[in-house]
């Protein structure tokens, strides 16, 4: 396997847009499904896969074989993603909290909400929304530091990798990330604890 | 005892991803077996990461995005990095053009009235840089109007391993020698064939490409097969030849790259889709999914053996790109 994208590299390193398509085949649906959780917004992480693919595109002889391929890919992903939510927030600085993004108080709202109404935690529905939008309300690296690890499995070395910082910061923010979803999900948390 | 608390609970963490030294577990664990905060903390922590695991959801992408995006960047690729000379030339052209234009208009700026038409010391060079404009320009139509790879031509090159890597080339001018036949086949079945013929640099083998037409079912499925040393006048293959290849192609076109490349193994093989678009808007890749054999299956089957390949086919299942090369 890894022989087989080693000699995809070398193809692509030549020019040979086949060894792109190839590799685009393999990647789109991880890359799309980060990128997504990043920007949140399905025309912007079409735009992140675009530029990633094209960026690998164009850099792949940068690569060094001392990382895999795929770790490579998502760092080209997760800095397209950063930046470009980084330059929509310039741009939509006024309307960033209004919409249908979920801010942080509003879960905590509902946390109140939830708490005082245990019959919500049969729906189901309803919890992975809650938790959905928590994850969504932690800020840009905590959220991309708990999803690389959390949801896509990636170990603390990879994510320093990726992130292109040191393996302490991947662990401080993840630490962070956690603590912070406990007190989001808190009602959630402490009733799946309750005793029966 | 609260500031201990406070340290050991940095490392609950990593405590929960195991990814702590032997020294700092063994005193993580102490302070666990002492203090019951900190065990309700680390259980809540996990409770926290198990809801996570269990409830976060990403939404999928819309139903044919994959597809779309696949071609939208080979657009965009093939925009960017225009590998066919005719058109790498033409780009640098375009660009030269530019510069030019620009250097004219700096030097007219300068030049009022009637100075403009004679041609003077200092009229000269926008002279010569008009002519070279309009060459340039000329040369830059003529190239972007010769398409390198008309749309409806067909080139294939085929890898054959285990034959020594025999090169077989259908140029596009075969399309039209190729005779064009209908003949029915199996009841159900309208088979249209175009037979393409060439022969490869090296004096010995003829191979006749075919593109077959079978309906199987509702749709139909276009086969590009090729068999080595020729076929018979019915159509058949003759005692001594053996096929080649037979790829799965959309209905509807039949532009193959030169670049694209066909791998045979004992078993399985794949014309890979590069550069393969059907008339429609499904892309090629997105159709390249694994099938099984089961689902061409006795309709395929019944035909290879009408068109007397029998026994000794090699059936190549269509399988997706990645298939392919994770089984290699």
Not at chain 1, 18 to 46: F, G, S, W
Not at chain 1, 162 to 182: D, F, P, Q
Request: charge should be neutral; charged fraction near 25%; aromatic fraction near 6%.
């Amino acid at each position: 396997m890894e022989r087989t994208e080693a000699l995809l590299i070398a193809e692509l390193c030549e020019g040979d847009e086949t060894a792109l398509a190839i590799l685009v085949e393999k990647y789109k649906r991880k890359i799309y499904r980060l990128t997504m959780q990043i920007t949140r917004n399905h025309e912007d992480a079409d735009d992140v896969m675009q530029n990633t693919f094209i960026k690998a595109y164009q850099s792949i002889h940068a690569f060094r074989q001392d990382a895999a391929f795929e770790t490579w890919l998502y760092r080209i992903a997760v800095n397209e993603a950063l930046n470009f939510v980084k330059r929509r927030a310039r741009h939509r600085e006024c309307s960033l909290k209004t919409g249908t993004e979920v801010t942080v108080d509003a879960v905590e709202q509902h946390n109140a909400f939830a708490a005082s109404d245990p019959h919500l935690l049969a729906e189901q529905a309803e919890l992975r929304h809650w938790v959905t939008e928590a994850v969504k309300s932690l800020s840009l690296k905590h959220r991309t530091v708990v999803i690389l690890h959390d949801f896509e499995g990636f170990t603390h070395e990879e994510i320093s990798v990726i992130l292109n910082c040191s393996e302490g910061t991947v662990r401080s923010r993840l630490h962070y990330a956690r603590k912070r979803l406990r007190t989001l999900l808190k009602p959630y948390v402490d009733a799946c604890a309750a005793p029966e | 005892m609260k500031m201990l608390c406070h340290t050991i609970e940095r490392h609950f963490s990593d405590y929960m991803d195991e990814s702590l030294s032997a020294r700092q577990r063994d005193l993580v664990d102490s302070h666990l077996r002492a203090c019951g905060i900190c065990r309700h903390e680390l259980d809540a922590l996990r409770r926290t990461r198990a809801l996570f695991e269990e409830f976060y959801t990403v939404p999928d992408a819309p139903e044919g995005y994959y597809a779309r995006f696949t071609e939208n960047l080979q657009h965009r690729v093939e925009g960017m990095f225009p590998m066919a000379l005719p058109r790498r030339v033409c780009t640098m052209v375009s660009h030269l053009t530019g510069l030019l234009l620009m250097q004219a208009y700096r030097c007219f700026v300068g030049i009022r009235g009637i100075q403009a038409v004679l041609i003077t010391n200092r009229t000269l060079p926008l002279y010569v840089l008009t002519v070279l404009m309009t060459t340039l320009c000329i040369a830059a139509l003529l190239l972007t109007n010769e398409s390198p790879l008309p749309p409806e031509s067909m080139q294939a090159t085929a890898i054959v391993q285990g034959k020594g890597m025999q090169l077989v080339v259908v140029p596009p001018e075969s399309l039209a020698k190729g005779n064009r036949r209908v003949s029915h086949g199996l009841q159900e079945r309208r088979t249209e064939e175009t037979t393409l013929e060439t022969k490869t640099s090296t004096p010995q083998p003829v191979n006749v490409w075919r593109i077959t037409d079978v309906s199987i079912g509702e749709g139909t499925t276009r086969f590009l097969t090729s068999t080595a040393n020729g076929t018979g006048d019915d159509g058949n293959a003759s005692s001594d030849s053996e096929l080649l290849v037979i790829a799965e192609i959309p209905t509807g076109s039949l532009s193959l790259r030169p670049r694209g490349m066909l791998l045979q193994e004992d078993t399985h093989g794949l014309l890979l889709a590069r550069g393969i678009r059907s008339n429609g808007d499904d892309p090629v890749l997105h159709r390249y999914e694994r099938k099984q054999r089961d689902s061409l299956g006795n309709g395929l089957q019944a035909w290879l053996e009408q068109m007397g390949f029998a026994r000794k086919l090699v059936l190549l299942e269509t399988l997706s790109l990645t298939d392919v090369y994770d089984s290699i």
